[in-house]
């Protein structure tokens, strides 16, 4: 009951209230796609909101429409506090090249909150020394490679004159 008073005048009205069952998500969800440095893997980065003034339960159900050799890891979430702003972030390990769209779902309070995600991935094409150097766990620096490839070079020259130096003493003498 709600009561005003003005002076000697007042007015009373009762008001009923009724609670109705939410019938959507309180979450609002923005989503980016983002690669890695080496751009071989990729990020996907939700801002979650909660939008009302309760905890909502939240978590990770799935992203449809991907290759199934596509690796999905994603971090846990189980809640979202009242008026509480997360991140959540997925970690996605590309297998093969794939342009096309994808639907990221959560789980929020009993509904399932989807968000369409369009995705142009393309592995890296990596060059042959670019290759074989990356077999290599080692820091290696520019004048080190140069050292190395040089230091190859005199070996092979080398050889190849120690060899010419035996069989010219080795070969019987044409002039006698």
Request: with cysteine.
């Amino acid at each position: 009951m709600i009561r005003i008073s003005l002076g000697v005048n007042s007015a009373e009205k009762n008001i009923k209230l009724v609670f109705l069952p939410q019938n959507s998500c309180p979450i609002g969800m923005e989503s980016t796609i983002l690669e890695t440095e080496n751009k071989e893997k990729l990020l996907i980065v939700s801002r979650l909101e909660n939008k009302k003034q309760e905890e909502a339960k939240i978590s990770f159900e799935k992203i449809s429409g991907l290759p199934n050799s596509w690796q999905i890891i994603p971090e846990d979430i189980k809640s979202i506090g009242p008026f509480e702003e997360k991140l959540h972030r997925i970690f996605l390990e590309p297998a093969e090249e794939f342009n096309g769209s994808a639907e990221l779902a959560y789980n929020c309070d009993g509904f399932v909150q989807t968000k369409k995600l369009n995705f142009s991935f393309k592995p890296t094409q990596q060059d042959f020394l670019t290759g074989v150097f990356s077999l290599f766990s080692f820091n290696i620096e520019g004048s080190l490679v140069i050292n190395v490839i040089l230091a190859a070079i005199a070996a092979v020259l080398l050889i190849a004159f120690i060899s010419r130096l035996v069989k010219k003493f080795s070969a019987p003498d044409m002039m006698s």
